[in-house]
């Protein structure tokens, strides 16, 4: 298992932003993905953004000119930055890691957007 530690999540007014970051530890080596999912209970986990070996970004059309995702290869960290958030973007947010093929999520952040 490749730990991943989520921070970051809360309750936020509509309009408002939040940042998300995840801690990996262990090797940077093998690792071809990096991103965030997110789920709302009784739904499919869906992709929110991706970064690939190709260092290109991926995002969700849902979240497309809202969220921006970054990292820190030196710290092994990945980050969401969530602005203009939506009560539809309220879920559980997973950070997500591909490592010499296999993928791992986090425990999840709870994001709650209020109207």
């Known amino acids: 298992q490749v730990p991943l530690v989520e921070s970051g999540g809360g309750l936020v007014q509509a309009g408002g932003s939040l940042r998300l970051s995840c801690a990996a530890s262990?090797?940077?080596?093998?690792?071809?993905?990096v991103g965030w999912d997110r789920q709302v209970p009784g739904r499919s986990r869906e992709l929110v953004a991706r970064?690939?070996?190709?260092?290109?970004?991926t995002y969700a059309d849902l979240v497309k000119g809202r969220f921006t995702m970054s990292r820190d290869s030196a710290k092994n960290t990945v980050y969401l930055q969530m602005n203009s958030l939506k009560p539809e973007d309220t879920a559980v947010y997973y950070c997500y890691l591909r490592r010499f093929g296999r993928e791992y999520w986090g425990q999840g952040t709870q994001v709650t957007v209020s109207s």
């Open positions: 970064i690939t070996t190709g260092d290109d970004t």
């Open positions: 262990g090797s940077r080596l093998g690792i071809t993905g």
